[in-house]
């Protein structure tokens, strides 16, 4: 996949699923602005695009504000010209029960997941409505966004709200020919690890320097950053110039398509619903097969 001529910004790129996107799309050819709230790892991942050939910049600050993303675009067009791929990457996480979540634990998580996708997006689209040829709006959402996480309140609340707004974005910038999809990415990376039974395994893999056994890769769809990166730079290419408005999977062996919520079973009353009538016939009508919630517990295989 060629991106020779393309300039992307990555959040949050200074580590972590981050860090393989930013790398796998200058691998590519695509000039990149690496942001992290840690310059230092930032400027890390700089250097050592640089030392492969590749062309990279950094802008050290944390996202959420309007003005952290019009830095962003603005650090993108200085030093390489134009802006091609905005990925939305950078999150933080506050992990408490509902009981127990503070009002500071969702604010922090919601402003930088949902607000800080938000306003680069918007930086983003101001800047390639502009340039008038394109552009693309990679947005990163989570599996927890789409079936819900226990002590993921904020978390999971704003990945879902990223897949609304990609699917939203995706028709207000269709005339642009900018695309806007959210990846929904499995990978091990350190809140991976705390997940019961799959910490052991990905250490295991790690330490031996050997492949993630099977039941990993395919039957968890779970394998390392690098698994992932490839979506995003298929995304940011002119190969998927037809695919927007989607939320892609994507971890070890396994690339899925996330269906959007709809309507799963109807049921009819002449005049209209009363509460009785609900429960008389819910459990026989549009209630008799109930969706199923949260992240399935990974299934270990027995020794």
Same mark, same amino acid.
């Given at each position: 996949?060629?991106?020779?001529?393309?300039?992307?910004?990555?959040?949050?790129?200074?580590?972590?699923?981050?860090?393989?996107?930013?790398?796998?799309?200058?691998?590519?050819?695509?000039?990149?602005?690496?942001?992290?709230?840690?310059?230092?790892?930032?400027?890390?991942?700089?250097?050592?695009?640089?030392?492969?050939?590749?062309?990279?910049?950094?802008?050290?600050?944390?996202?959420?504000?309007?003005?952290?993303?019009?830095?962003?675009?603005?650090?993108?067009?200085?030093?390489?010209?134009?802006?091609?791929?905005?990925?939305?990457?950078?999150?933080?996480?506050?992990?408490?029960?509902?009981?127990?979540?503070?009002?500071?634990?969702?604010?922090?998580?919601?402003?930088?997941?949902?607000?800080?996708?938000?306003?680069? $997006?918007? %930086?983003?689209?101001?800047?390639?409505?502009?340039?008038?040829? *394109?552009? @693309? !709006?990679? +947005?990163?959402?989570? =599996?927890?966004?789409?079936?819900?996480?226990?002590?993921?309140?904020?978390?999971?609340?704003?990945?879902?709200?990223?897949?609304?707004?990609?699917?939203?974005?995706?028709?207000?910038?269709?005339?642009?020919?900018?695309?806007?999809?959210?990846?929904?990415?499995?990978?091990?990376?350190?809140?991976?690890?705390?997940?019961?039974?799959?910490?052991?395994?990905?250490?295991?893999?790690?330490?031996?320097?050997?492949?993630?056994?099977?039941?990993?890769?395919?039957?968890?769809?779970?394998?390392?950053?690098?698994?992932?990166?490839?979506?995003?730079?298929?995304?940011?290419?002119? $190969?998927? %110039?037809?695919?927007?408005?989607?939320?892609?999977?994507?971890? *070890?062996? @396994? !690339?899925? +398509?996330?269906?959007? =919520?709809?309507?799963?079973?109807?049921?009819?009353?002449?005049?209209?619903?009363?509460?009785?009538?609900?429960?008389?016939?819910?459990?026989?009508?549009?209630?008799?097969?109930?969706?199923?919630?949260?992240?399935?517990?990974?299934?270990?295989?027995?020794?």
């Amino acid at each position: 996949m060629d991106l020779s001529g393309k300039v992307a910004v990555v959040t949050g790129a200074g580590r972590g699923l981050g860090r393989a996107y930013a790398e796998a799309l200058a691998a590519a050819g695509a000039a990149v602005v690496v942001n992290d709230v840690d310059g230092g790892s930032a400027a890390e991942v700089a250097e050592g695009i640089a030392a492969r050939g590749g062309r990279a910049a950094t802008v050290a600050a944390p996202v959420g504000s309007a003005e952290v993303a019009d830095r962003l675009v603005a650090a993108a067009v200085k030093e390489f010209g134009r802006l091609d791929v905005m990925v939305t990457n950078a999150g933080i996480l506050r992990d408490r029960v509902l009981w127990k979540m503070s009002d500071e634990d969702f604010d922090a998580v919601i402003d930088v997941h949902l607000r800080g996708t938000f306003t680069c $997006a918007r %930086a983003a689209a101001v800047r390639m409505r502009e340039q008038g040829t *394109g552009g @693309r !709006l990679i +947005l990163v959402s989570s =599996p927890a966004g789409q079936r819900g996480n226990f002590g993921q309140t904020n978390y999971a609340a704003a990945k879902a709200g990223i897949v609304a707004m990609a699917r939203t974005w995706a028709m207000e910038l269709a005339r642009a020919n900018i695309t806007v999809n959210a990846v929904v990415p499995v990978a091990a990376t350190e809140m991976t690890r705390t997940v019961p039974g799959l910490g052991p395994a990905i250490e295991e893999a790690e330490r031996s320097g050997g492949r993630f056994p099977e039941w990993l890769r395919k039957g968890e769809g779970l394998g390392t950053t690098e698994d992932v990166a490839p979506l995003v730079v298929f995304l940011a290419s002119d $190969a998927a %110039a037809d695919v927007t408005g989607q939320a892609i999977g994507i971890g *070890g062996d @396994r !690339l899925a +398509l996330w269906a959007h =919520p709809r309507e799963k079973a109807v049921g009819y009353a002449d005049g209209g619903w009363s509460a009785d009538a609900i429960a008389a016939s819910w459990r026989t009508g549009p209630g008799a097969e109930p969706e199923t919630y949260g992240v399935p517990a990974p299934r270990i295989p027995e020794r």
